[in-house]
């Protein structure tokens, strides 16, 4: 059973670049929460989604940044014209909900740097 | 806030003692797990206290639960070098909320 998987692992882009990051969450996994980090601290919550449906976004800054996890394929969350401090890690985790299974699993996260 | 505030920030330890990280929180939780994360890697989960529960073990992991308290602690023992990493407590209430974490530093 293959982990979580996330790509690219790092990716590099110019201000007013568009960004895209891939999660796939583990298999028979539906739920896929995303966070970032920047260095020295820890992961904020940016939005909680099922397939098809997004759960909870209440971390997702209004402007420029979407995400979305369809029926096929992976998780995607974009930044549209990012800005230096866009620059962090990104998590996905991915999630089988019941008793016992309350476990985020974690991808090994997509490294953005905006120069 | 709901978020769990661990402390220390930063803790150096020889190999061989013990290390204790607390995490503190302000509302209700449903559960309270335990991560830890190498040099800026993805969390791996260690272990998940219920609301319930007061005390957890795992290997030379010793997690305690206080809800009167909105406390937790998160023992290692006998701590090997291996176990130099960041140590997050995430509060599972509403919904997943990270801690900023301890940085754990064992000298060999």
């Known amino acids: 059973n293959a982990g979580v998987m996330q790509n690219p692992r790092h990716l590099v882009r110019r201000r007013g670049q568009e960004a895209r990051l891939r999660c796939s969450p583990m298999?028979?996994?539906?739920?896929v929460y995303w966070y970032r980090q920047l260095p020295e601290e820890g992961l904020k919550f940016m939005v909680y989604?099922?397939?098809?449906?997004?759960?909870?976004e209440s971390g997702m800054p209004k402007e420029r940044f979407s995400a979305e996890f369809p029926k096929e394929g992976p998780s995607i969350l974009r930044i549209q014209q990012v800005v230096r401090g866009d620059s962090a890690a990104y998590f996905c985790?991915?999630?089988?909900?019941?008793?016992?299974?309350?476990?985020?699993?974690f991808g090994p996260g997509t490294r953005l740097l905006v120069l | 806030s709901q978020q769990g505030e661990e402390d220390p920030q930063a803790l150096s330890i020889q190999e061989g003692e013990n290390a204790t990280m607390n995490c503190s929180y302000k509302?209700?939780?449903?559960?309270l797990q335990w991560y830890r994360q190498n040099s800026g890697r993805g969390l791996v989960h260690l272990i998940l206290?219920?609301?319930?529960?007061r005390e957890k073990h795992s290997g030379r992991l010793r997690v305690t639960l206080d809800t009167s308290k909105k406390s937790s602690s998160l023992l290692i023992t006998a701590s090997r070098a291996a176990d130099t990493a960041s140590y997050f407590c995430?509060?599972?209430?509403?919904?997943?909320?990270f801690g900023p974490g301890t940085r754990l530093s064992v000298l060999p």
């Open positions: 985790a991915s999630l089988e909900l019941g008793h016992p299974k309350e476990t985020q699993y």
């Open positions: 298999k028979g996994h539906s739920h």
């Open positions: 989604l099922q397939k098809e449906n997004i759960i909870d």
């Open positions: 509302t209700s939780i449903n559960n």
């Open positions: 206290i219920r609301s319930n529960e």
């Open positions: 995430a509060l599972n209430g509403q919904n997943f909320v």
